[in-house]
């Protein structure tokens, strides 16, 4: 998990909560004396914090002394070994270009298999400044696709003759009645 302190002034840390997971939630409070310098970022691991982030899906919150969530990453769904979750331009992305100590640099998966998997590993950012702060998790989530519409066509022709075959039999009972309804109408015209 990485923090960026964005002010002008030194923001002291003592008594923030860090806190990962979804349903289980699992915090670290900082120690007296943690801060982070002007314009810095400081990568805290799990060695140190106890935290880890779960493979299939976590968030992380920063949270003030008194309990308040002051920022949060997006949550994921599934994570992939050596993707981190970036936080860049207001938008969260998965990247394989993990920059601890420094800027968030988005280089995305070069498809969509692998963006998915198991394995969490990456970077989890926050931005402190005045008071706030931004949080990055490391983590992975394909970025949605938009479907063809021939696919769309293919997918919806393949569902109607599934649902012929299965209904066949009532399919042929009512071909059969159109018949006769229209065979009697003839009948009663000659």
Known sequence: ?????????????????????????????????????????????????????SNS??????????????SSSAEYAKAKDGFAWALAKGKWYWTVR??????????????KESASGSGAKGKSGSQASGGSATT????????????????????ATLALLYGAYEYRADLANGIYRIRQHFGARYEDRS
């Open 1 to 53: 998990i990485e923090l960026y302190n964005s002010n002008a002034k030194p923001f002291d840390l003592s008594g923030f909560t860090l806190q990962t997971g979804n349903t289980r939630k699992h915090t670290y409070v900082f120690p007296s004396g943690s801060g982070l310098q002007p314009g810095s970022f400081k990568t805290f691991y799990s060695k140190e914090t106890g935290l880890s982030l």
């Open 57 to 70: 899906g976590s968030r992380t919150d920063l949270l003030d002394p008194l309990g308040r969530n002051i």
């Open 98 to 111: 993990s920059t601890p100590g420094k800027a968030n640099i988005i280089q995305e998966p070069p498809s």
């Open 136 to 155: 990055d998790t490391a983590h992975s989530e394909p970025a949605s696709t938009p479907i063809h519409m021939r696919t769309l066509v293919l997918i």
